[in-house]
């Protein structure tokens, strides 16, 4: 199993760009979730799924989309790219218990914003 | 909702002193309690986790403590070596939740 993965590793945007924030898992679990973290800020929740075609919002949502069409995948749309957005954005999954299962972290995207 | 406060934001010591992480929540209703390490670049990982049927754990040189009445846990970490240089998260859930709550890290440096 490759568990949680996430593309790109880098990136470097302009103000006002769009993009997609990729992850997705081979462990068949029902329960995904998009965080970023920011210097003394810990692990902030921005949109999270508990199946397929079910999403919600987190802590620090504006500025983002989420989807969810399959089991697998779980992409992180950000539509106009901010400075404020410039951060480590990690992918996270888990069983079907939810938030008293084991969370599986992707290896992270670093996003620059200028 | 819940809220996890996570004390302290960093913490020094020498190879070989003991470092204890101390973190509070705010649900009584919370029964699990997950630490997770997350070295320099990497992504964050499950070391160690009680639930609320347990008052101690322990793995190896790491232990965790729960105090349900006081609504705090804690992480020991014994004989610290370099490695053990990293952020640690603590986090707490409920039956039901989604997601857990994770407290803000505490970064531990260990110095040869």
């Known amino acids: 199993n490759a568990g949680v993965t996430q593309t790109p590793k880098f990136q470097v945007l302009k103000t006002g760009q769009s993009m997609t924030l990729q992850c997705a898992q081979d462990m068949n679990h029902e329960y995904m979730s998009w965080y970023r973290q920011d210097p003394g800020m810990g692990l902030r929740l921005i949109h999270y799924s508990v199946g397929a075609g079910i999403t919600d919002q987190g802590e620090v949502p504006n500025g983002y989309n989420v989807s969810r069409s399959t089991t697998e995948d779980f992409p992180l749309r950000l539509l106009s790219a901010a400075p404020s957005q410039t951060s480590v954005y990690f992918c996270?999954?888990?069983?079907?218990?939810?938030?008293?299962?084991?969370?599986?972290f992707g290896p992270g995207t670093r996003l620059t914003v200028l | 909702g819940e809220n996890v406060e996570q004390h302290p934001s960093t913490l020094s010591v020498q190879e070989g002193d003991s470092a204890v992480i101390k973190c509070t929540y705010s649900d009584s209703a919370s029964n699990y309690f997950p630490w997770y390490k997350q070295e320099l670049g990497k992504r964050p990982q499950l070391i160690i986790d009680?639930?609320?049927?347990?008052g101690e754990k322990k793995d190896q040189r790491i232990a965790v403590t729960l105090n349900k009445t006081a609504k705090h846990f804690s992480l020991h970490i014994t004989e610290t070596q370099p490695e053990d240089s990293a952020v640690y998260f603590c986090?707490?859930?409920?039956?039901?939740?989604?997601?857990?709550?994770f407290g803000r890290g505490t970064s531990l440096i260990v110095h040869p």
């Open positions: 986090a707490a859930s409920m039956r039901g939740s989604y997601i857990p709550t």
């Open positions: 009680i639930r609320s049927n347990v």
């Open positions: 996270a999954s888990s069983q079907s218990g939810g938030g008293t299962d084991t969370q599986y």
